[in-house]
Nanobody, 121 residues
Framework: VQLQASGGGLVQAGGSLRLSCGAS????????MGWFRQAPGKEREFVAAITTSGVSTHSADSLMNRFTISRDNAKNTVYLQMNSLKPEDTAVYYC???????????????WGQGTQVTVSS
């Protein structure tokens, strides 16, 4: 499956952004989808994941429920709604597809190219 992330940009602290990740190729609905992020000089970290049906989601505790993952299988797209953004949310955000809902990036088989999110103070 090929993934294309979009929706990043520059936003002021306290603002919101919605990232999208479109998929093509194999059956999108068969994959668990996840979002990860990587800030300069830091390791890639888990943000959120969603099951194939979209019924169950997991988010990183550190995000304090500011971010929400969702998916539309009819549109082959997964979303990440980010609210109350902080400068420390600045990173490249990646979408990923895998077989199991997991916080480890190693369990995801397919990755998008990433989209830059910059939050100014």
């Amino acid at each position: 499956v090929q993934l294309q992330a979009s929706g990043g940009g520059l936003v002021q602290a306290g603002g919101s952004l919605r990232l999208s990740c479109g998929a093509s190729g194999r059956t999108f609905s068969a994959y668990v989808m996840g979002w990860f992020r990587q800030a300069p000089g830091k390791e890639r970290e888990f943000v959120a994941a969603i099951t194939t049906s979209g019924v169950s989601t997991h988010s990183a505790d550190s995000l304090m429920n500011r971010f929400t993952i969702s998916r539309d299988n009819a549109k082959n797209t997964v979303y990440l709604q980010m609210n109350s953004l902080k400068p420390e949310d600045t990173a490249v955000y990646y979408c990923a597809a895998g077989a199991r809902l997991n916080h480890s990036s190693r369990t995801y088989d397919y990755w998008g190219q990433g989209t830059q999110v910059t939050v100014s103070s």
